[in-house]
């Protein structure tokens, strides 16, 4: 979108000293002070949203002064304790597209007359406004590189999102994993992972801000970056490689990650918390839970279970499939396959519970959710939806059913899926009741929302909304309002 007026607006400049203020000496050379006047396809004050091209086209009127020597400048800096400014032209227009974080800027246009060495200044208001504020961040592949979009709540969508906000530079190809998080002071952070890459991003206009090995004092052998983790205080945590790396942001200095706890592990990458455990995390080689300290990293062993617990949290001996919060305070259903590949269950923890573990559901064996593609644990009932080919099932957990609640076209691929939930407006009625489900269909990528009904299925067999235009999605997030 760019910004055009049907209307020139004609501005005199202010006359300044081309060499600024410096101390008074008491001795002056005065030049006579031409009339400059410009017009400009642009108000004094322009709303325009960020990663938009700004043009501005000017026509100057200069009395009594010869234009051949002036040169011009464009520069754009913060109105409130402006840090660094930013040259965005050299030339009498100016066509520069924004990518500066949200906020409000001055725009300073000078002329300089190279022959008198008179500056002339004209100022504008520049309120740059995010679509980058909130909405659903799509990864999508093409061409061997992947690049971001992003879904607004109107339902518009934008493209190229990544590259637009850093030099045309894309992600590689295969970026798995967007992390939307906020630290003990609630400011939002984005934590993006490749294959073998990692980086951060500034929230309010995706610039990259720092990779990987900047995270650390000890850069890791192995670079897989797996997903982030902030958890109920001033812990951070990265999940690389199976290992977990932690750090607490209360201490002076930049935070970085040391080395993981002492032990061979392969953690999964789902998280548990509640107050009264702390972390709670599945190790693979292990099969077992551990418990990890908030601002003590080593993993620690669940006291033995009393007469009250189902199962021991310390010796489950399964392969952990999915694990997800449901319905409930701090209650988690994990879904394992036993070491044979011929059974599947449920274990319910109750982290709230000294003695967490509280159930568990023997499912039998179903070759499609022991093969799903994608899970998503209802968070109002005892439900969990997954796919499988092009088909979404939905399994009771207590009555170990499964049916199948929507069909895709033959062919369609299913990529993501994620239920929806707006920290920022807890009162959307939408929360807990939507699941977004990214496709790939005939080479073309898709994002359905399904609204869910009170009984858990889709409401009305049926989707709400689908975008279409994406290349391979590999990756769907919500971003909430910072």
Known sequence: MKLLFKYIPVLVLVVLAAQGCYKDEGNYTYAEAKTVKIAASIPDTVNILLQDTLKVVTQLTALNTDTSAFTYEWILYES????????????HNLTSKIVNAPGRYTLDYFITDGKTGIAYRKSFVINITSVL????????????????????????????????????????????????????????????????????LYYANFQKLNSFSSWFYATPAVVKPQEYFIMGGSSERLLNNGQLYSFSTNGPGVPKFGLPPVGTHDIAPYEMYSVRQGCVWYDNLGQRFYKQDESYYDFNDFPAPGSAAVFNPNKIGKKLLFTGATSGSDVYNCLFKNNEDDSLYIYKLELTKTDVGTAIDALGIQPELANAGSYVMSRKLNFLYYTYGNKV????????????IYTFAPGTEIRAMKLYYNSKLTADPDNYNLIAIATNEGGAGKVYQFPLAATGAFAGDTYRNVYTGFGLIHEITFKRAP
């Open 80 to 91: 409130v304790t402006p840090l660094t400014r930013y040259y965005l032209g050299t030339d």
């Open 133 to 200: 504020n909130e909405g659903w961040i799509v990864v999508e592949e093409a061409s061997g590189a992947c690049d971001m979009a992003i879904i607004l709540p109107s339902g518009q969508v934008y493209h190229t999102v990544y590259s637009g906000a850093n030099n045309g530079i894309k992600l590689p190809a295969g970026t798995q994993r967007v992390a939307v998080v906020r630290d003990r002071v609630g400011a939002q952070k984005i934590y993006v992972m490749s294959p073998n890459q990692g980086e951060q």
């Open 393 to 404: 099932y939905l399994l009771d957990i207590p009555a170990h059913t499964s049916r199948v």
